[in-house]
C-alpha cells in the first residue's frame, strides 16, 4: 500500500517531483540507455516501502519516475525505448 506522499508522485512526467521519505539506492548501470544519454536512479520510500525508478532523459517528456517491482526477476525487466516523434 502507498502512503500518501507516494500517491501523490506523478509518473511519466520529466522533471515530477518526488518526496522527501524517497531514499536514493544510486543509479542503475545499463549498457542501452547509457547509449542514449540517459540515467536511471533506483530509489525506495523510507515510510511505505514503495519502490521507484527516476529516468533523467533529455529526449523523452515521458521519462521520470515509474514504480518498480524489484522481486520481478531480472530477466523480466524492461525500460521500453522511447517512441520517435517525426513531427
Known amino acids: ?5 507516494c500517491s501523490a508522485i506523478t509518473v511519466d512526467q520529466a522533471g515530477a517531483p518526488g518526496h ?7 543509479y542503475v548501470r545499463s549498457l542501452p ?5 540517459v540515467t536511471h536512479e ?3 520510500c523510507g515510510e ?3 519502490n521507484w525508478d527516476y529516468l533523467h532523459d533529455r529526449h523523452n517528456r515521458a521519462s ?3 514504480r518498480c517491482d524489484r ?3 531480472v530477466s523480466q525487466r524492461t525500460i521500453d525505448r522511447p ?5
Open 20 to 26: 522527501d521519505n524517497l531514499i536514493s539506492l544510486g
Open 1 to 5: 500500500m502507498l502512503c500518501g506522499q
Open 71 to 73: 522481486t520481478m526477476p
Open 48 to 50: 511505505c516501502g514503495a
Open 42 to 44: 533506483a530509489f525506495t
Open 83 to 87: 517512441a520517435v516523434d517525426t513531427a
Open 64 to 66: 521520470g519516475w515509474a
Open 33 to 37: 540507455l547509457a547509449q542514449r544519454g
